[in-house]
């Protein structure tokens, strides 16, 4: 059994108050460390001799210049994927499939880097301008064919190198050619099977040792990571109207003995959060301070369950999908990785 580190029992507070580069964690025997092998043999299996380099780092990211990944130092620990989620209401790459999924993404951009794929025609014809600016929010289209599917959010249609991440990462599956039948984005696909296929046993143009942004390296105390995380994911939502919450919720005397409607949006607050970020890829913590903005309004409002909880269980799961969905419409969708 590892060794465990000097601070896996402290108490939250204690763990804020380290500096990142004091954690002193490492990919090996990590719980993240099968998850990069079979990531490695996936490339195996398709005769892909490039492999990613891998280092802990404050968030997941590939630099633009060093085909790597960065992978978030809280995935080096269980103590830590906790704290992440106390202070984030989840943990980004926690479970195997969803490591496995961005994992898959962030390599897309390493060779993209490694072979500089982004200067070929092609490439430009069928994604866009690698060069064109970042946004820092994008307005997606879930109802588009011309993007794949693989990380929540619609994040193919963040940026040109989003698009060609994605695209890369679905094609690193089977069955992608039946399941994009008949959608534009086949093209992508087929593109980039015909790119690995002349690549694969090549050598990269683009090499580099350089671990940018390693933990070792990061001076940051963890309080103030989750701090400025918190507030860049705490972002400008549209008010919640008190019309909405008055289809649910009465501060009529009639229903002065059914419970306070602050009480019963808590009581829905975790699953409510959950099931509206695996739907729409908003950040859990973003959608965690719309409903607490309900329940100080509806405290505000005194008001009180005003028809059967079954029905205002569905209303409400209903009002938190449709103003998130408003949000994303009004192009305030977050890029994130």
Same mark, same amino acid.
């Given at each position: 059994?590892?060794?465990?580190?000097?601070?896996?029992?402290?108490?939250?507070?204690?763990?804020?108050?380290?500096?990142?580069?004091?954690?002193?964690?490492?990919?090996?025997?990590?719980?993240?460390?099968?998850?990069?092998?079979?990531?490695?043999?996936?490339?195996?299996?398709?005769?892909?001799?490039?492999?990613?380099?891998?280092?802990?780092?404050?968030?997941?990211?590939?630099?633009?210049?060093?085909?790597?990944?960065?992978?978030?130092?809280?995935?080096?620990?269980?103590?830590?994927?906790?704290?992440?989620?106390?202070?984030?209401?989840?943990?980004?790459?926690?479970?195997?499939?969803?490591?496995?999924?961005?994992?898959?993404?962030?390599?897309?951009?390493?060779?993209?880097?490694?072979?500089?794929?982004?200067?070929?025609?092609?490439?430009?014809?069928?994604?866009?301008?690698?060069?064109?600016?970042?946004?820092?929010?994008?307005?997606?289209?879930?109802?588009?064919?011309?993007?794949?599917?693989?990380?929540?959010?619609?994040?193919?249609?963040?940026?040109?190198?989003?698009?060609?991440?994605?695209?890369?990462?679905?094609?690193?599956?089977?069955?992608?050619?039946?399941?994009?039948?008949?959608?534009?984005?086949? *093209? =992508?696909?087929? &593109?980039? @099977? %015909?790119?690995? +296929?002349?690549?694969?046993?090549?050598?990269? #143009?683009?090499? /580099? !040792?350089?671990?940018?942004?390693?933990?070792?390296?990061?001076?940051?105390?963890?309080?103030?990571?989750?701090?400025? *995380? =918190?507030?860049? &994911?705490? @972002? %400008?939502?549209? +008010?919640?109207?008190?019309?909405?919450?008055? #289809?649910?919720? /009465? !501060?009529?005397?009639?229903?002065?003995?059914?419970?306070?409607?602050?009480?019963?949006?808590?009581?829905?607050?975790?699953?409510?959060?959950?099931?509206?970020?695996?739907?729409?890829?908003?950040?859990?913590?973003?959608?965690?301070?719309?409903?607490?903005?309900?329940?100080?309004?509806?405290?505000?409002?005194?008001?009180?369950?005003?028809?059967?909880?079954?029905?205002?269980?569905?209303?409400?799961?209903?009002?938190?999908?449709?103003?998130?969905?408003?949000?994303?419409?009004?192009?305030?969708?977050?890029?994130?990785?």
């Amino acid at each position: 059994m590892p060794r465990q580190p000097y601070w896996a029992k402290f108490t939250d507070e204690q763990l804020l108050d380290l500096r990142m580069r004091d954690l002193r964690v490492a990919i090996p025997r990590s719980p993240v460390e099968p998850r990069i092998n079979q990531l490695y043999d996936e490339l195996d299996a398709h005769e892909i001799n490039f492999k990613p380099r891998c280092w802990f780092s404050s968030e997941w990211f590939s630099p633009d210049q060093t085909p790597g990944i960065a992978i978030p130092f809280y995935l080096a620990h269980e103590r830590l994927m906790k704290l992440e989620y106390k202070q984030m209401l989840s943990v980004e790459g926690g479970g195997r499939d969803e490591c496995l999924r961005i994992l898959r993404h962030e390599t897309g951009h390493a060779i993209d880097t490694a072979y500089q794929l982004r200067r070929r025609k092609r490439y430009r014809e069928l994604f866009g301008r690698f060069g064109l600016p970042y946004p820092d929010t994008y307005k997606p289209n879930p109802n588009s064919r011309r993007f794949v599917f693989n990380l929540p959010g619609w994040y193919a249609q963040a940026h040109p190198a989003e698009d060609f991440a994605e695209t890369f990462a679905v094609w690193m599956r089977p069955g992608w050619k039946s399941r994009y039948r008949g959608w534009h984005a086949i *093209k =992508k696909l087929e &593109y980039i @099977d %015909e790119l690995m +296929d002349e690549i694969h046993d090549q050598k990269p #143009r683009v090499y /580099s !040792a350089t671990k940018t942004e390693s933990l070792p390296k990061v001076s940051k105390k963890l309080r103030d990571h989750y701090r400025e *995380k =918190k507030i860049y &994911y705490a @972002d %400008e939502w549209p +008010d919640f109207y008190d019309r909405d919450l008055r #289809r649910l919720f /009465s !501060a009529d005397k009639r229903y002065a003995n059914q419970p306070t409607a602050a009480s019963f949006l808590r009581s829905l607050r975790r699953e409510v959060r959950e099931e509206v970020a695996d739907w729409t890829g908003v950040h859990p913590y973003t959608i965690d301070q719309v409903i607490r903005d309900m329940i100080d309004r509806c405290k505000e409002l005194k008001f009180r369950l005003a028809q059967p909880a079954s029905k205002a269980r569905f209303e409400a799961r209903m009002m938190v999908t449709v103003q998130t969905m408003n949000f994303l419409h009004l192009g305030r969708h977050r890029i994130a990785l």
